[in-house]
């Protein structure tokens, strides 16, 4: 899904017949080795993928280890970083793999099951943001909170939908082997994990896919986060100091994530769609098709990175915690009175994130 598409070898590499043997080799030489800025591009991804896998991990094992975290909204920021998790593991590796050897070294069976744990992630994570949105907008528009075993069974629910959601494409997936062409040969060398649907259903796909996996929940979102904003407008007079301040934390958190969605994963929709159309500047040098494949990828993997960088910035308490797991706090004294503060705001009012 978020692989952005892959240069067709064949179009580029059609006429061997009037090569000789060593220009023929250049030439799939050429095409197969990774250039300098591949490199330089996968050493990007592997220092992206590190920060966010160790960013996402401690928010899942802060709001794990501390019970007075175990609410509504936490438990949706948990599943939206352990698929920000999913995505880094699943999506990047084979995507690192795949543009610097131009390969797929893969069975057939990893070939449909990467797809699908890609898909899946991806998914998860964009029905996570809408369904924090929801939450947050109900949170403000009402005092009753959503019980934390719905919420269980909301996020259990996501990743159902999700799973089905992602079923049709790796469906379609298999191996094509990089047909040398010239001595009727197949190396594993150049093999590329692709859809065996016809480019129509392809661009049908495609479209469908920036519609239910981007417009539609942006603007569900985006309608939500405004509506926010009004509630609270309207609210400053009825409620506490301190409560309006809690809850527009939480409304400014939601919607600097939702920019960072928006801006992260427009390019990649746009790539898929002209990929989908055939709109792959071949006529391009090697080194641009490489950037013009990296920006989009860079920014969705940078989403997923962003997310706990947000949270620290914005949520006292998820910044207080993080210190705590990184051995920041001064004594065991302090963090006692840490948890009493918490463990009182909590009986005195509601608390966002």
């Not at 040398?180 to 016809?198: A, D, H, I, P, Q």
């Not at 939480?250 to 709109?279: D, E, G, R, S």
């Not at 947000?310 to 009175?337: A, D, G, I």
Request: proline share 4%.
């Amino acid at each position: 899904m978020y692989d952005g598409g892959d240069v067709n070898y064949d179009d580029n590499y059609q006429d061997f017949n009037n090569l000789t043997d060593d220009e023929y080799f250049e030439q799939i030489v050429r095409l197969l080795m990774p250039s300098k800025l591949e490199y330089f591009f996968g050493f990007v991804f592997i220092i992206q993928m590190i920060i966010g896998v160790v960013g996402n991990c401690m928010v899942v094992y802060v709001v794990a280890k501390n019970k007075n975290m175990w609410t509504s909204m936490n438990l949706f920021l948990t599943n939206l970083a352990l698929s920000d998790m999913l995505v880094l593991i699943f999506c990047l590796p084979p995507t690192v793999i795949n543009d610097l050897t131009k390969t797929f070294w893969f069975s057939s069976t990893l070939c449909k099951s990467i797809s699908l744990f890609q898909n899946t992630s991806v998914y998860v994570s964009v029905l996570t943001l809408m369904f924090i949105a929801i939450e947050r907008w109900k949170a403000i528009s009402s005092p009753l909170s959503l019980p934390l075993w719905k919420t269980n069974r909301v996020i259990i629910i996501i990743w159902a939908i999700a799973f089905i959601l992602s079923t049709p494409e790796p469906y379609t997936l298999r191996l094509e082997p990089f047909d040398l062409n010239r001595y009727r040969e197949n190396f594993t060398w150049g093999t590329k994990c692709t859809e065996s649907w016809s480019p129509e259903f392809q661009k049908i796909y495609q479209i469908s896919q920036t519609l239910f996996c981007f417009l539609i929940p942006l603007i569900i979102i985006s309608g939500l986060c405004i509506h926010m904003v009004l509630i609270l407008r309207k609210k400053s007079l009825q409620l506490g100091e301190r409560q309006i301040a809690s809850r527009k934390r939480a409304t400014h958190m939601l919607m600097l994530v939702v920019l960072v969605f928006f801006f992260c994963y427009l390019p990649v929709h746009l790539h898929n769609i002209a990929t989908a159309f055939n709109i792959n500047y071949m006529d391009y040098d090697e080194d641009i098709i490489a950037i013009r494949k990296f920006i989009p990828r860079f920014l969705v993997y940078s989403s997923c990175s962003l997310n706990p960088i947000l949270y620290n910035f914005m949520c006292e308490r998820f910044r207080r915690e993080m210190k705590h797991v990184c051995c920041l706090t001064e004594t065991t004294k302090t963090s006692k009175k840490t948890i009493n503060r918490i463990r009182y705001s909590s009986l005195t009012g509601p608390t966002y994130c």
